[in-house]
C-alpha cells in the first residue's frame, strides 16, 4: 500500500475516532444532566408528600419523574450506541496504526537489505580487485 495512502487513511480513521468520542462524551453530559433532573424531580415529589401547600404540585412533580425517566432510558441507549461506535472507531484506528508500523518495518527490513547486499557487492568486488 501507497505510503501516504495509509498515512491518509490513519489520519482520517484517528479523526473519526475522535469525532466519535466527542459525540458519546456529549451524550454521557446529557445523559447526567437528565439523571440530575430526574432525581431532583423524585427529591421535589417526596417533598410535596411533606407538605399540605404543595400536594396541589404533586401530579406536575410526578409526570416531570417520568418525563426524565423516559428521556434517560433514551439518553443511555443513545450513550450505549455511542460508546459502541468508540469502540469500532478505535478498532479501525489501531488497526490502521497497526498496518502503518508494519509497512514501515517492512520498508525498512527492505531497506536494510539493500544496504548488505550493497555492502556485498562491494567487498566482493573489492576483493577482486585485490587478485
Not at 489520519?11 to 445523559?31: G, N, P, Y
Not at 416531570?64 to 443511555?76: D, G, M, Q
Not at 527492505?110 to 580487485?129: I, P
Request: glycine share 4%; aromatic share 6%.
Amino acid at each position: 500500500m501507497n505510503r501516504k495512502l495509509l498515512h491518509d487513511l490513519i489520519r482520517l480513521r484517528e479523526v473519526r475516532l475522535r469525532e466519535h468520542t466527542a459525540r458519546l462524551k456529549q451524550a454521557s453530559r446529557s445523559l447526567a444532566d437528565i439523571q440530575r433532573q430526574h432525581e431532583l424531580a423524585i427529591d421535589s415529589a417526596g417533598r410535596a408528600i411533606e407538605s399540605a401547600d404543595s400536594l396541589a404540585y404533586l401530579d406536575v412533580f410526578g409526570q416531570s419523574r417520568i418525563k426524565y425517566a423516559k428521556l434517560a432510558v433514551k439518553a443511555e441507549e443513545q450513550v450505549r450506541g455511542f460508546r459502541e461506535e468508540v469502540g469500532v472507531a478505535r478498532k479501525l484506528a489501531d488497526s490502521a496504526r497497526q498496518a502503518g508500523a508494519e509497512l514501515r518495518s517492512a520498508i525498512a527490513t527492505e531497506r536494510d537489505r539493500s544496504l548488505e547486499a550493497e555492502a556485498e557487492h562491494f567487498f566482493g568486488w573489492s576483493k577482486a580487485s585485490e587478485r
